[in-house]
C-alpha cells in the first residue's frame, strides 16, 4: 500500500528557514499536498503540488518535488514563532484517497 | 462562508457503545471523507461520501459506516466500540470535478475528540 514518511520533530530559531522533507511511495500520486496541524485544531492546508511540477512558490513557502526519487520538501523562509505546529506531508491518486505521513513537528526558538 | 463544521467537539463513550459523528461540508462542496487521527499519528482515511454513496474505503472495519444526506451532509457511525476507537474524527469536504478525477483541496474541519473508556 501508498506509505508516506517524514522526520518526527525539527528546531529552527526565528527567522531562519525550515525545510521539513517527505518520502512517499505512490508512484501514482496526482496531487502532494502540506498540511499545518496547530494544538488542538483540525488541518489547515498550506499548499500543494501537482505530480508533473518541480516546484512551487507561495510567499514564504516554497514546495520542491523530485517525482524520480519520491522526495518532498517543504521550505518555510524567515520562520515565525506562529509557524509552530505539526506539518504533514500527504498525497492523493484518484478518488481524492489522501494518505499522510506521520507529521514532522516544528520547534521555532525565538 | 462556512467551513467544514463537525458535531459534537468532544464524546466519552463506553467500550461496546455505539456513536454518531456529523459533519456539515463547505458551502458549494459535494464530496465528504472522513479521517481517522490518532495521538501522534497522521490522519487515516476512512472512506468518501458522493452522491449519498460511498465511494471509496480505507482500510477499516464494518464497524465502521457512514452516511450522506442529499444536502451533502455526512455522519460517520462507529457500532461496538473498541478502546482503540479512541481519536480524533476528521471530516473533510471538497469538490467533485467534472469529470470525476481529483480536485486539488480538501477542506478540514475541527474534528470531534471521541473517547472510549
Known amino acids: 500500500g501508498e506509505d508516506v514518511e517524514q522526520s518526527l520533530f525539527l528546531s529552527v530559531r526565528e527567522g531562519d528557514s525550515s525545510v521539513i522533507n517527505c518520502t512517499y511511495t505512490d508512484s501514482s500520486s496526482t496531487y502532494l499536498y502540506w498540511y499545518k496541524q496547530e494544538p488542538g485544531a483540525g488541518l489547515q492546508l498550506l499548499t500543494y503540488i501537482f505530480s508533473n511540477m518541480d516546484m512551487k512558490q507561495d510567499q514564504r513557502l516554497t514546495v520542491l518535488l523530485n517525482k524520480k526519487d519520491k522526495h518532498l520538501s517543504l521550505r518555510i523562509a524567515d520562520t515565525q514563532t506562529g509557524d509552530s505546529a505539526i506539518y504533514f506531508c500527504a498525497d492523493s491518486g484518484g478518488y481524492q484517497k489522501v494518505t499522510f505521513g506521520t507529521g514532522t513537528k516544528l520547534q521555532v526558538i525565538p | 462562508d462556512a467551513g467544514v463544521t463537525q458535531s459534537p467537539t468532544h464524546l466519552i463513550k463506553t467500550r461496546g457503545q455505539q456513536v454518531t459523528l456529523r459533519c456539515s461540508p463547505k458551502?458549494?462542496?459535494?464530496?465528504v471523507s472522513w479521517y481517522q487521527q490518532a495521538l501522534g499519528q497522521g490522519p487515516q482515511f476512512i472512506f468518501q461520501y458522493y452522491e449519498e454513496e460511498e465511494r471509496q474505503r480505507g482500510n477499516f472495519p464494518d464497524r465502521f459506516s457512514g452516511h450522506q444526506f442529499p444536502n451533502y451532509s455526512s455522519e460517520l457511525n462507529v457500532n461496538a466500540l473498541l478502546l482503540g476507537d479512541s481519536a480524533l474524527y476528521l471530516c473533510?469536504?471538497?469538490?467533485?470535478?467534472?469529470?470525476?478525477?481529483?480536485?486539488?483541496?480538501?477542506?478540514f474541519g475541527p474534528g470531534t475528540r471521541l473517547t472510549v473508556l
Open positions: 458551502s458549494g462542496h459535494d464530496t
Open positions: 473533510a469536504s471538497s469538490l467533485l470535478a467534472p469529470t470525476g478525477g481529483p480536485t486539488d483541496t480538501q477542506y
